[in-house]
């Protein structure tokens, strides 16, 4: 299985040969004939590109399910840090259980982590151009240790196990402008006071969460923020795409460890006799 680096490495290689795909080398040029052909440039069919040039990178466990990776090995991290151009960055569904390794990039701007087992903010440093994060159908427990990412607009914490510390989100990101909390273990309506301190917050989403069962049109909280014109979702009828992939990851997995059990199950049994009888 390859690692990390190798696969963004090979990533960074098929958007070189991408950009530079309408080079090609000169074959106007006759040997036998008499002309003088202006100065042209070669390329052979292998190129390269330049780390710092790289705008975006993205690998998909869900597209290739050899990309698993519990951790963000040296080479790689070696490999970000010198995109300092990267402005989108995907690791999607690939079992990385932290964001140690993950360098500070100066112009990132969206990071999305979704499909992982990263239970915890820690290592998680401070991207000083964060706009958008999103950490749906993780492990994530609460906001302990979440980084200063003073211009970040929109956070994606679905599907996790936070129950609270909504007040230390808030205090280190005052700009979010879109929080979905949905199918999270928050059961107090308290746990929610935090957010009204949110002063651009325009989206809040909350479905699937214990606390919504008991918020409605008489909650002062629910009733405070719909006042200021904050959409506040309760409900959902629509399954959202992240879902859907997550199902689909759990189907492949399911799939799979059917396939070795009755692999195992077929197994032809082996008969042990004692020959000194």
């Known amino acids: 299985m390859a690692s990390l680096f190798e696969v963004l490495a090979l990533k960074a290689a098929e958007q070189a040969a ?31 590109i330049l780390p710092g040039a790289i705008e975006s990178m993205t690998v998909d466990g869900l597209k290739n399910r050899a990309h698993r990776f519990s951790t963000i090995d040296a080479a790689a991290t070696d490999l970000l840090e010198r ?13 990385l259980d932290s964001f140690s390794g993950l360098p500070r990039l100066p112009l990132l701007r969206s990071l999305h982590m979704q499909g992982n ?17 999103n950490m749906w159908g993780n492990v994530l427990k609460g906001f302990k240790y979440f980084p ?30 879109v929080v979905k909390l949905a199918l999270n273990p ?35 909280i629910v009733h405070r923020l719909r006042s200021r014109g904050v959409r506040v979702l309760l409900q959902q009828s629509v399954i959202p795409v992240d879902m859907m992939r997550q199902l689909e990851q759990m189907k492949e997995c399911h799939i799979k460890q059917q396939q070795q059990t009755l692999a195992v199950s077929r197994l032809p049994s082996i008969t042990v006799t004692n020959c000194n009888s």
Do not use: M
């Open 148 to 177: 200063c990412l003073p211009h970040l607009r929109e956070l994606n914490c679905s599907c996790n196990r936070i129950t609270g510390q909504l007040a230390r989100l808030v205090a280190r990101a005052p700009k979010l402008q």
């Open 83 to 95: 995109c300092t151009g990267l402005r989108e960055l995907s690791l999607l569904y690939v079992q």
């Open 186 to 220: 928050i059961a107090s309506e308290a746990e929610l006071a935090p957010l009204e301190q949110l002063a651009e917050l325009k989206h809040l989403e909350l479905y699937g969460c214990p606390v919504a069962k008991e918020l409605g049109e008489g909650s002062p």
């Open 117 to 133: 087992q990263i239970d915890s903010f820690k290592g998680l440093l401070h991207q000083p151009s964060l706009t958008e994060l």
């Open 18 to 48: 991408k950009r530079y795909g309408n080079c090609r080398e000169d074959t106007t040029v006759d040997g036998e004939a008499p002309y003088v052909h202006p100065p042209v440039l070669h390329f052979s069919s292998s190129f390269s």
